[in-house]
């Protein structure tokens, strides 16, 4: 079995972060270790909630782990909540980069054109050093635009303009970019890729469900990472996870007393497994 490591925070209520990553990986089959780098009573979308900052226990978990050779097929990291996370982070991939493995980015910060309350273009900055040497990083446009200091593409863009942005992304240092929200014709949204060694770039869509939900990100990340353990091509992966995003959140739409804070993935965690098999 296939053994990962993903590191962001826990939102104790509010389906995100590690209380998506944990669940949606182990389902497709992969043991998933976690470094917490922060616990929340509730997400940032709630009007109160508790925060208790991680940060320090982060190295002796590494010390820990290096002690006793544990070693992990990927390392996968989400929600990072400052400049000095990214700073552990970078040691982390120095110290733990799996042989034959995987480091897989998603560089949380940003939607909608805005950064995340806290976060600054100096983060941006530090966040583009730690997707250099990353093997997948998985941006939404406004984070892209960010790390690559360009102005945030609202609408009206074209395909040039995202293979534009998805070589200048690789060209941070990440082998593969992937952009997710990515929309060129109404009433559909999806993904696109490139692959700087082989030069290979792709796209796959699906409808666009009107409501929004938090979290949907994190599902799409975590699916699409679970798939490739599982051994799927990145762009069967990302077939498979943005079939189970739709799926979660069209489970969570048509029940009437759905919760406000998350979409009921779980609920969709058996489409996710008919992809794996039908993407293999």
């Keep these: 079995m296939k053994r990962i490591v993903t590191v962001q925070d826990i939102s104790c209520v509010g389906k995100c972060?590690?209380?998506v990553a944990l669940p949606v990986i182990s389902a497709c089959g992969v043991e998933t270790a976690v470094i917490p780098t922060a616990v929340l009573s509730a997400h940032t979308a709630f009007p109160q909630f508790t925060f208790r900052d991680l940060t320090d226990e982060i190295a002796p978990i590494m010390e820990s782990w290096k002690a006793q050779n544990i070693g992990f097929d990927a390392i996968y990291t989400g929600y990072l909540g400052s400049e000095r996370?990214?700073?552990l982070m970078e040691r982390f991939f120095s110290e733990f980069r799996p042989k034959?493995?995987?480091?897989?980015v998603d560089p949380v910060m940003a939607?909608?054109?805005?950064?995340?309350?806290?976060?600054?273009?100096?983060?941006?900055?530090?966040?583009?050093?730690?997707?250099a040497v990353a093997d997948i990083i998985i941006p939404n446009l406004s984070e892209a635009c960010f790390m690559l200091h360009r102005p945030f593409l609202s609408g009206g863009y074209s395909e040039d303009d995202i293979k534009a942005v998805l070589k200048e992304l690789t060209e941070l240092g990440a082998k593969t970019a992937v952009l997710t929200?990515?929309?060129?014709?109404?009433?559909?949204?999806?993904?696109?890729?490139?692959?700087?060694?082989?030069?290979?770039y792709f796209t796959y869509f699906t409808?666009?469900?009107?409501?929004s939900f938090h979290g949907t990100g994190d599902v799409f990340s975590s699916a699409c990472l679970g798939a490739l353990?599982?051994?799927?091509?990145?762009?069967?992966?990302l077939k498979a996870a943005a079939n189970f995003?739709?799926?979660?959140?069209?489970?969570?739409?048509?029940?009437p007393e759905h919760n406000w804070y998350g979409v009921d993935f779980e609920a969709a965690l058996p489409v996710l497994l008919r992809e794996l098999e039908a993407n293999r």
């Design 85 to 87: 996370q990214i700073a």
């Design 229 to 237: 353990m599982r051994g799927l091509t990145l762009p069967n992966a």
């Design 111 to 131: 939607d909608n054109g805005r950064m995340y309350t806290g976060f600054t273009p100096e983060f941006a900055d530090r966040m583009a050093r730690l997707c």
């Design 245 to 255: 995003t739709v799926a979660a959140i069209k489970e969570t739409v048509k029940n």
């Design 207 to 211: 409808e666009k469900i009107p409501q």
């Design 181 to 200: 929200g990515v929309s060129f014709t109404p009433g559909e949204i999806g993904v696109a890729a490139y692959d700087s060694r082989t030069k290979a």
């Design 100 to 104: 034959d493995g995987l480091i897989f």
């Design 17 to 19: 972060s590690l209380t």
